[in-house]
Each structure stands twice: as C-alpha cells, then as structure tokens.
C-alpha cells in the first residue's frame, strides 16, 4: 500500500521502484518542498544553509537526469 514518507514522497513499498520518472518526480517534488518550507520556522537551520541545499538537490536532480 502506497505511503507517504517523514519528506511527503510517495513509497510504494516495493524495492524495485527506482524507474528514472519516478527518481526525477521524487527529486522534483522534493526540491518544491524544500523551497517551500519556511526555514525560519526550523531551529539550527539559516536560511543561508536551506539555500545551499536546496542548490544541492537541483544539482543531484540534474545530474540523475543526465545519467538516466
């Protein structure tokens, strides 16, 4: 039965789920969540530390869909 994750990502619960449009809307979903979360509302995280995550993930999202 299909679940959301702690990130809201959806888990089918299978192990062979890793097809590259679900990586790419996982990551794609992922990346609109972290730019929506107020980050000021979390305690130990600077906006500035959120941001360089954020431009993380949009590099990681990148680089899967390039090797996909």
Same mark, same amino acid.
Not at 21 to 34: K, P
Not at 47 to 59: K, N, R, V, Y
């Given at each position: 039965?299909?679940? @959301? &994750? /702690? %990130?809201?990502? +959806? #888990?089918?619960? &299978? &192990? #062979? $789920?890793? !097809?590259p449009? =679900? $990586?790419? %809307? ?6 609109? *969540?972290?730019?929506? !979360? #107020?980050?000021? #509302?979390v305690?130990?995280?600077? %906006?500035?530390?959120?941001? %360089?995550?954020? /431009? +993380?993930? =949009?590099? !990681? *999202? @990148? !680089?899967? *869909?390039?090797?996909?």
């Open positions: 039965m299909p679940m @959301k &994750t /702690s %990130a809201g990502l +959806h #888990d089918s619960g &299978t &192990t #062979d $789920v890793s !097809t449009e =679900i $990586v790419e %809307a996982d990551f794609a979903e992922l990346i609109e *969540q972290h730019e929506n !979360t #107020d980050w000021s #509302d305690p130990g995280i600077s %906006a500035a530390e959120a941001g %360089a995550w954020t /431009s +993380h993930l =949009i590099e !990681t *999202q @990148k !680089t899967l *869909q390039e090797g996909l």
